[in-house]
């Protein structure tokens, strides 16, 4: 497998001015022209452009060009003798996108045209060099049947269009923005239109049109709404207005990932579209909000300044994130969304920095681009953006933001350049910040305090980056540690900066050394630490609290993050508590120390969401420890632990339940979505699973029986549903099948069937998902229900790690169908299931390597599934 690396990079030798292209759609293929200004750059060698499309014809400057002229190996085609002066080059291809699985360039979905380009699908349409630094102009013309293909759209502003002989039609599209290859798109098909608009900051009324299946119109709604919102916000917060006439959204049920910020036409994954309160969950609605901004925010971030090459990824990524977090932050609680940013990290980045897939949040190199789209370069990303927030404050960051875009507007650049703008606009040297673009791994804290005669209070941090399988010596890490102190109240301790003077409550330490001590005067009295308030880095932590300065954070920390932070301290040691007794087959233990100090939570008069978070632990892959893990005995653990808490407070549950329900329903349209009624129904969802737990024969019977009143809506149905997954009850399975039966023409609900279906704690679970398989609604093409059943049964501990390989084998059997149908969704489901590999304890790790092995013996698997296979491997 050849990789591509970030020190090769050079710059274009054949920069691109326009491309105009034309797309004629037939009902076998599609034949596409593309006429293309080039301008060859100084020292210019052969053209090489890459393209995987069958090939009809070149033209250079309207000349066809023998065969001998160019070559074509491996996908790229290499010209010879092109001018040395600006030209024009004509390509020809034919497509055939009901064949194209793989979900990338041009394809078929439900009789319908749809593309998506990024990172490197518009080779898959024409000859070109597909590149992110190579912007051009582009002008696009599609004709096609017009009873069959009514709405034609291509980004920009429509310029043209009208009728053609045969019943056919065309329109013409043109997009005044310079953008690269990846950003084109092109739709075409029999959608329903729902029209809107929004008035600018600058006084223009920008046209909004979201194109679904006529059947789901009903449900873009809110999604439109979610546009409108983040439209204005962005012109708030960040003084960004959109910049063309119009605005289009089209939602499609095959799609690789959630959607594309194509430039005025986002491309979405349905299930980031269509949501109502009968059929989407709160979380749903949420992701809808929250995508839909995100592929919004890219018009600024990741458009109007794009990336140099496929390694800078995350300057568009982690940036949007960030903006997204925000956005999501001012909508609803600031406190329960950092939670829920750092608690998502923390089950899925830090496993994957943790593991075989170590990359920086810039990696040096890669094989496939699409194995790159990583929780690392989204997730880390956003948090490494997040830091230079919290260093240089609102105001500072806005400064740097306002420079990046006066340097920058229309360019290809790189992440040296965010932080170059920056550090320039404040006046500050963050020239050891870029180590968080280049080194792997999650940084550990160990910190340690103590008072001193004086009434000092002192931290000593040692921080180690530890060594991934790219780089094993590490540098430290420029840092912000935020802090303060807490008395043996609870109240806050002030104190005073010895750099300054200032008396505070709350400081910013700078890390920037391997070991460091920091002072912090006039303290005077024993103190506990809040560290890492609002997560400020995304660092592992430890600190040698005793079980009681943890409940005293618990109860009365100032800062949700660190509040949290201290329950869920105490629920990892409970669960290792558990875990070292059924390992020795000895007695659970009592957890009295986490239970009395949750018993402030349970009747804190708090936000109900808050308080749901605070009587979750841990997931269980934020438990995994470094190596040597059982994952079936840790399961147990954590599940003991659920088990005792459900019935150490079997008293509480039904009055919070009633309290939460009596609040969820005195809200004004209660069941529809508002952040509001979903933080009341998070902790009524909480409180029914630990009722299930609690007493499982007499709440089934009473879900059984009443189910219907009180499935008011999906949020509803997908927690009762939860709450009575895991019972071996024929009840159960008649839920179940009732439930599939009632939304049996809605795909985004099945999904969520498929997925009740994988997660089961059942024993059954390997059978049933087995048997899904061949269920009318599974459909191995598409990656929703890949995701739903297999995914979710790839991230079910219990039954993946079968002791006899069997969860292990079964995936194996799954990523080689799916390989063939779309290596982007294999090499996703190998990642999920068996990432943890080298991890685990040496019978299961022997049972995995020699599935993995047998994948890697496959010599049709493809470049995306391999270079994950191998990595694991390696
Ligand atoms: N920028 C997009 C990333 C992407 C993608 C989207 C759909 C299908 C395949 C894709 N490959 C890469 C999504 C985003 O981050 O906004
Ligand atoms: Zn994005």
Same mark, same amino acid.
């Given at each position: 497998?050849?990789?591509?690396?970030?020190?090769?990079?050079?710059?274009?030798?054949?920069?691109?001015?326009?491309?105009?292209?034309?797309?004629?759609?037939?009902?076998?293929?599609?034949?596409?022209?593309?006429?293309?200004?080039?301008?060859?750059?100084?020292?210019?060698?052969?053209?090489?452009?890459?393209?995987? #499309?069958?090939?009809?014809?070149?033209? %250079?400057?309207?000349?066809?060009?023998?065969?001998?002229?160019?070559?074509?190996?491996?996908?790229?085609?290499?010209?010879?003798?092109?001018?040395?002066?600006?030209?024009?080059?004509?390509?020809?291809?034919?497509?055939?996108?009901?064949?194209?699985?793989?979900?990338?360039?041009?394809?078929?979905?439900?009789?319908?045209?749809?593309?998506?380009?990024?990172?490197?699908?518009?080779?898959?349409?024409?000859?070109?060099?597909?590149?992110?630094?190579?912007?051009?102009?582009?002008?696009?013309?599609?004709?096609?049947?017009?009873?069959?293909?009514?709405?034609?759209?291509?980004?920009?502003?429509?310029?043209? &269009? &009208?009728?053609?002989?045969?019943?056919?039609?065309?329109?013409?599209?043109?997009?005044?923005?310079?953008?690269?290859?990846?950003?084109?798109?092109?739709?075409? &098909?029999?959608?329903?239109?729902?029209?809107?608009?929004?008035?600018?900051?600058?006084?223009?009324?920008?046209?909004?049109?979201?194109?679904?299946?006529?059947?789901?119109?009903?449900?873009?709604?809110?999604?439109?709404?979610?546009?409108?919102?983040?439209?204005?916000?962005?012109?708030?917060?960040?003084?960004?207005?959109?910049?063309?006439?119009?605005?289009?959204?089209?939602?499609?049920?095959?799609?690789?990932?959630?959607?594309?910020?194509?430039?005025?036409?986002?491309?979405?994954?349905?299930?980031?579209?269509?949501?109502?309160?009968?059929?989407?969950?709160?979380?749903?609605?949420?992701?809808?909000?929250?995508?839909?901004?995100?592929?919004?925010?890219?018009?600024?971030?990741?458009?109007?300044?794009?990336?140099?090459?496929?390694?800078?990824?995350?300057?568009?990524?982690?940036?949007? %994130? !960030?903006?997204?977090?925000?956005?999501?932050?001012?909508?609803?609680?600031?406190?329960?969304?950092?939670?829920?940013?750092?608690?998502?990290?923390?089950?899925?980045?830090?496993?994957?920095?943790?593991?075989?897939?170590?990359?920086?949040?810039?990696?040096?190199?890669?094989?496939?681009?699409?194995?790159?789209?990583?929780?690392? %370069?989204?997730?880390?990303?956003?948090?490494?953006?997040?830091?230079?927030?919290?260093?240089?404050?609102?105001?500072?960051?806005?400064?740097?933001?306002?420079?990046?875009?006066?340097?920058?507007?229309?360019?290809?650049?790189?992440?040296?350049?965010?932080?170059?703008?920056?550090?320039?606009?404040?006046?500050?040297?963050?020239?050891? !910040?870029?180590?968080?673009?280049?080194?792997?791994?999650?940084?550990?804290?160990?910190?340690? &305090?103590?008072?001193?005669?004086?009434?000092?209070?002192?931290?000593?941090?040692?921080?180690?980056?530890?060594?991934?399988?790219?780089?094993?010596?590490?540098?430290?890490?420029?840092?912000?540690?935020?802090?303060?102190?807490?008395?043996?109240?609870?109240?806050?301790?002030?104190?005073?900066?010895?750099?300054?003077?200032?008396?505070?409550?709350?400081?910013?330490?700078?890390?920037?050394?391997?070991?460091?001590?920091?002072?912090?005067?006039?303290?005077?009295?024993?103190?506990?630490?809040?560290?890492?308030?609002?997560?400020?880095?995304?660092?592992?932590?430890?600190?040698?609290?005793?079980?009681?300065?943890?409940?005293?954070?618990?109860?009365?920390?100032?800062?949700?993050?660190?509040?949290?932070?201290?329950?869920?301290?105490?629920?990892?040691?409970?669960?290792?508590?558990?875990?070292?007794?059924?390992?020795?087959?000895?007695?659970?233990?009592?957890?009295?120390?986490?239970?009395?100090?949750?018993?402030?939570?349970?009747?804190?008069?708090?936000?109900?969401?808050?308080?749901?978070?605070?009587?979750?632990?841990?997931?269980?892959?934020?438990?995994?420890?470094?190596?040597?893990?059982?994952?079936?005995?840790?399961?147990?653990?954590?599940?003991?632990?659920?088990?005792?808490?459900?019935?150490?407070?079997?008293?509480?549950?039904?009055?919070?339940?009633?309290?939460?329900?009596?609040?969820?329903?005195?809200?004004?349209?209660?069941?529809?979505?508002?952040?509001?009624?979903?933080? @009341?129904?998070?902790?009524?969802?909480?409180?029914?699973?630990?009722?299930?737990?609690? #007493?499982?024969?007499?709440?089934?019977?009473?879900?059984?029986?009443?189910?219907?009143?009180?499935?008011?809506?999906?949020?509803?149905? @997908?927690?009762?549903?939860n709450a009575v997954n895991h019972i071996d009850d024929p009840r159960r399975d008649a839920l179940l099948a009732r439930f599939a039966e009632k939304f049996a023409d809605q795909a985004l609900v099945l999904d969520k069937y498929f997925a009740l279906i994988a997660c089961s704690r059942r024993a059954d679970t390997p059978q049933c998902v087995r048997e899904a398989l061949s269920h009318p609604a599974f459909a191995p093409t598409n990656p929703n229900k890949v995701r739903a059943l297999l995914g979710t049964f790839a991230r079910n501990h219990l039954h993946l790690h079968a002791a006899d390989g069997a969860g292990y084998r079964f995936i194996a059997e799954r990523v080689r169908e799916t390989d063939v149908l779309n290596p982007q969704t294999a090499a996703d489901l190998v990642r999920a299931a068996f990432s943890l590999c080298c991890r685990l304890e040496p019978h299961r790790r022997a049972l995995m390597k020699s599935e993995l092995e047998k994948l890697a013996a496959l010599p049709e698997l493809s470049k995306d599934t391999r270079e994950i296979v191998e990595k694991i491997l390696a």
């Amino acid at each position: 497998q050849t990789a591509k690396f970030l020190k090769d990079y050079r710059a274009p030798e054949y920069l691109i001015e326009r491309v105009d292209l034309c797309f004629d759609v037939f009902d076998g293929h599609t034949a596409v022209t593309a006429v293309m200004r080039v301008l060859p750059q100084t020292g210019a060698g052969a053209m090489r452009l890459h393209g995987s #499309a069958e090939l009809l014809g070149i033209s %250079v400057d309207g000349r066809r060009l023998p065969e001998s002229a160019y070559r074509l190996a491996n996908e790229v085609l290499t010209l010879d003798g092109t001018p040395a002066q600006p030209f024009e080059l004509t390509v020809q291809t034919k497509l055939y996108p009901h064949d194209n699985t793989t979900l990338m360039g041009l394809y078929q979905s439900g009789g319908n045209l749809y593309t998506q380009c990024e990172p490197e699908g518009f080779r898959k349409i024409t000859f070109h060099p597909d590149r992110p630094d190579v912007m051009s102009i582009y002008t696009t013309e599609i004709r096609a049947d017009k009873a069959r293909f009514p709405v034609l759209l291509a980004n920009g502003n429509r310029t043209d &269009g &009208g009728d053609l002989p045969n019943g056919r039609h065309f329109a013409v599209w043109h997009d005044p923005f310079a953008k690269p290859s990846y950003l084109f798109a092109l739709v075409a &098909g029999d959608l329903s239109c729902t029209r809107d608009s929004f008035r600018a900051a600058d006084g223009r009324e920008i046209a909004i049109e979201f194109y679904t299946r006529a059947a789901d119109a009903d449900k873009v709604a809110f999604a439109v709404q979610s546009l409108k919102h983040a439209m204005k916000w962005d012109e708030s917060r960040f003084g960004l207005v959109y910049d063309l006439d119009i605005y289009m959204v089209v939602a499609v049920g095959d799609f690789n990932m959630g959607a594309m910020e194509n430039k005025g036409l986002n491309i979405f994954n349905t299930k980031y579209v269509l949501a109502d309160a009968r059929t989407a969950t709160d979380a749903d609605f949420d992701g809808v909000e929250s995508v839909i901004a995100h592929e919004y925010f890219h018009n600024w971030t990741g458009n109007r300044v794009t990336c140099r090459d496929w390694f800078q990824l995350s300057l568009k990524e982690g940036l949007t %994130v !960030f903006r997204d977090q925000e956005f999501s932050a001012d909508r609803n609680s600031r406190a329960v969304r950092r939670i829920h940013n750092a608690a998502f990290l923390r089950r899925h980045q830090f496993p994957e920095d943790a593991g075989p897939m170590a990359h920086p949040i810039r990696p040096a190199s890669y094989v496939e681009m699409n194995n790159f789209y990583t929780m690392t %370069v989204y997730e880390k990303g956003a948090e490494v953006v997040r830091m230079y927030h919290t260093l240089l404050g609102e105001d500072g960051f806005q400064k740097g933001m306002k420079l990046y875009f006066q340097r920058h507007d229309g360019q290809a650049v790189t992440c040296d350049d965010f932080r170059a703008a920056m550090a320039d606009a404040n006046g500050v040297d963050l020239s050891q !910040f870029a180590l968080w673009y280049s080194q792997a791994g999650t940084p550990v804290l160990d910190v340690s &305090g103590s008072l001193r005669d004086n009434g000092d209070y002192v931290l000593r941090v040692r921080q180690t980056v530890p060594p991934t399988p790219d780089m094993v010596e590490k540098q430290p890490m420029m840092m912000p540690l935020k802090t303060a102190l807490l008395d043996e109240n609870g109240d806050a301790v002030r104190f005073r900066l010895p750099e300054n003077g200032a008396d505070t409550a709350e400081t910013v330490l700078l890390l920037t050394e391997a070991e460091q001590e920091f002072v912090l005067q006039g303290v005077n009295r024993a103190v506990t630490p809040s560290l890492l308030r609002g997560f400020s880095a995304p660092v592992r932590l430890n600190f040698p609290y005793t079980d009681q300065q943890l409940a005293l954070l618990l109860a009365h920390d100032d800062d949700p993050f660190a509040r949290w932070e201290a329950g869920q301290t105490l629920y990892r040691r409970a669960v290792a508590a558990n875990e070292t007794a059924l390992a020795d087959n000895a007695p659970l233990p009592d957890h009295a120390a986490l239970f009395a100090a949750l018993e402030h939570v349970v009747r804190a008069d708090i936000d109900p969401a808050f308080k749901a978070v605070l009587l979750t632990p841990p997931a269980e892959e934020e438990l995994w420890r470094a190596s040597d893990i059982d994952p079936v005995r840790l399961h147990h653990a954590r599940e003991a632990l659920l088990d005792a808490l459900a019935r150490h407070f079997a008293e509480d549950w039904l009055p919070l339940n009633l309290q939460a329900k009596t609040a969820e329903e005195a809200l004004p349209d209660c069941y529809a979505y508002s952040p509001e009624a979903a933080a @009341w129904r998070s902790l009524r969802n909480l409180c029914r699973s630990m009722m299930l737990r609690a #007493a499982p024969a007499e709440q089934l019977e009473y879900v059984f029986e009443h189910y219907d009143e009180m499935a008011q809506n999906m949020s509803h149905e @997908w927690g009762l549903l939860n709450a009575v997954n895991h019972i071996d009850d024929p009840r159960r399975d008649a839920l179940l099948a009732r439930f599939a039966e009632k939304f049996a023409d809605q795909a985004l609900v099945l999904d969520k069937y498929f997925a009740l279906i994988a997660c089961s704690r059942r024993a059954d679970t390997p059978q049933c998902v087995r048997e899904a398989l061949s269920h009318p609604a599974f459909a191995p093409t598409n990656p929703n229900k890949v995701r739903a059943l297999l995914g979710t049964f790839a991230r079910n501990h219990l039954h993946l790690h079968a002791a006899d390989g069997a969860g292990y084998r079964f995936i194996a059997e799954r990523v080689r169908e799916t390989d063939v149908l779309n290596p982007q969704t294999a090499a996703d489901l190998v990642r999920a299931a068996f990432s943890l590999c080298c991890r685990l304890e040496p019978h299961r790790r022997a049972l995995m390597k020699s599935e993995l092995e047998k994948l890697a013996a496959l010599p049709e698997l493809s470049k995306d599934t391999r270079e994950i296979v191998e990595k694991i491997l390696a």
